[in-house]
């Protein structure tokens, strides 16, 4: 089953260099390991939400905003799409990532196709 991964983190947590650079080398093994697994099926991180546009149409009315559609401490900063056995190889695969020691991974089971 498919499951995407939803890489939550508070933006306004300033992180050292070197320990962005360490999130960024324990992510690039993370990544390595679930390709190898054949669990990993795409992922990618997020500009920040600051370049965010949220569309809404209302009325036939098409309405914009700067920003995340919704306000919350922790934004979506990436994704992945995962495939694995059942939900307790998602939750074992999503507990391994490193953001998660620090954020949150919300993992959502896609629809079938």
Known sequence: MRYMMLICEDESVAFTEDEDRATMAAID??????????????????????????VRVRGGEVL???GPF???KEQIAGYDIIDCANLDEAIEVAAKHPVAAFGTIEVRPLLPE
């Open 29 to 54: 093994v993370w990544v390595r390991e679930m390709t190898d697994r054949n669990v990993r099926v795409q992922g990618n991180r997020l500009r920040p939400v600051s370049d965010a546009t949220a």
């Open 64 to 66: 914009l905003a700067d």
């Open 70 to 72: 919704a306000e919350a």
